[in-house]
């Protein structure tokens, strides 16, 4: 799975989640637009009155995001809140502020795998390539043949700089998956990084 692939991956679940939320609140008022008509003698079918509409309202999802956000910080204790809390913060490019509640994920949960790759690629995305490296190892220890992590793994080391760590990454990109899509790239990368020197 590439880089890429994860965050298509993460941002599918976040909007999925979005997605979600909307339909549920659609229902919502779908269903007190039912009551009120019922209570007023209309039928329940009746097209919404003045002031109600069918549209999620932007306020409210606001509101949703911030209480998740509230709740992350209010809960220092609950995984899945810090996760949640990091993939909003992600998705809206706040990447520290995503590695911040990784980084607590990660302490109640030092084994997940998941936690420990997203730490990886929020690092990348943050250009802390040097933290980003740390975590991709950490990940590469616990499974050693995921092809997203050694590309990740790759990356981080060539906009680091650093062409030996590159070309180790690199070569086990190419043993766990010699058609990695990735791999022509980094090879480019990789020997413009040595001609520079």
Excluded at 9 to 24: E, H, K, N, P, R
Aim: net charge negative; proline share 4%.
């Amino acid at each position: 799975m590439s880089r890429e692939n994860l965050l298509f991956a993460i941002i599918g679940i976040l909007l999925g989640f979005i997605v979600g939320f909307m339909l549920a609140s659609s229902m919502s008022q779908k269903q007190t637009q039912q009551l009120a008509a019922a209570s007023q003698g209309l039928p329940a079918d009746h097209p919404p009155i003045a002031g109600q509409s069918g549209a999620p309202d932007p306020q409210a999802m606001r509101a949703q995001v911030a209480a998740q956000l509230e709740k992350a910080k209010n809960e220092p204790n609950n995984f899945d809140a810090q996760m949640t809390a990091a993939k909003l913060y992600y998705q809206i490019e706040r990447y520290d502020q995503a590695i911040e509640f990784l980084l607590k994920a990660n302490a109640l949960k030092p084994t997940d795998y998941q936690t420990v790759v997203f730490l990886g690629v929020a690092n990348l995305d943050a250009e802390h390539y040097d933290q980003a490296e740390k975590w991709y190892r950490a990940a590469m220890k616990m499974k050693s043949d995921d092809v997203m992590v050694l590309a990740g793994l790759a990356d981080a080391t060539l906009r680091k700089g650093d062409a030996r760590a590159a070309e180790d990454a690199i070569a086990k990109l190419e043993k766990a998956d010699p058609n990695a899509e990735d791999l022509a790239n980094f090879r480019t990368r990789l020997a413009s990084l040595k001609g520079g020197k």
